[in-house]
Nanobody
């Protein structure tokens, strides 16, 4: 069992930055690939970014490439999402996701979800 707790969301102006964190419980964190998804009001939950168990491989949605960076610290059982050049269309609840071994790039393959953290970008 893995429990995920996100933090770092908030209100920011367009062009600003936020860093989300996701703290994971359990001693098996380093065996999980991790990811971030987001869900805007009235829309489906969508993939944002993912990182392999050792950080050696990453994957990003086209909409965030060049603006968002995913990273992890296995010693701290934490995964991060650095978000720069934020746009109003980035407004959503952001969810941390864990998947054993393989990158979680679609919501159907996620093993564990966090509770979500709200990110609001004002224009």
């Amino acid at each position: 069992q893995v429990q995920l707790v996100e933090s770092g969301g908030g209100l920011v102006q367009a062009g600003g930055s936020l860093r989300l964190s996701c703290a994971a419980s359990g001693r098996t964190f380093s065996t999980y690939a991790m990811g971030w998804f987001r869900q805007a009001p009235g829309k489906e939950r969508e993939f944002v970014a993912a990182i392999s168990w050792n950080g050696g491989s990453t994957n990003y949605a086209d909409s965030v490439k060049g603006r968002f960076t995913i990273s992890r610290d296995n010693a701290k059982n934490t995964v991060y999402l650095q978000m720069n050049s934020l746009k109003p269309e980035d407004t959503a609840v952001f969810y941390c996701a864990a998947r054993r071994t393989f990158l979680p790039t679609t919501k159907g393959v996620v093993d564990y979800w966090g509770q979500g953290t709200q990110v609001t970008v004002s224009s």
